[in-house]
């Protein structure tokens, strides 16, 4: 497998995917307090940004 542009963005929403659903599952089941609510948009907020590292691939 080489390593070109495209498939370094497929990895790296793979990865900001997963950690992004982690993030979420700490807010949601972890933190009972407001520490989940920033748990949670700090996931989100990794699933912004694997949408736009998945729009990129092939433009860049």
């Known amino acids: ?3 070109n ?3 370094v963005l497929a990895l790296a929403t793979w ?6 659903l ?3 599952a700490l807010g949601a089941f972890r933190y009972d307090d ?3 609510w920033g748990f949670a ?5 990794f ?12 433009r860049v």
């Open 34 to 36: 407001v520490a989940g």
């Open 47 to 58: 699933f912004a940004i694997a949408w736009v590292f998945n729009a990129l691939k092939g």
């Open 22 to 24: 982690a993030l979420i």
């Open 1 to 3: 497998m080489t390593m």
């Open 15 to 20: 990865i900001m995917i997963f950690v992004g």
């Open 41 to 45: 948009s700090v996931g989100i907020g």
């Open 5 to 7: 542009k495209n498939t």
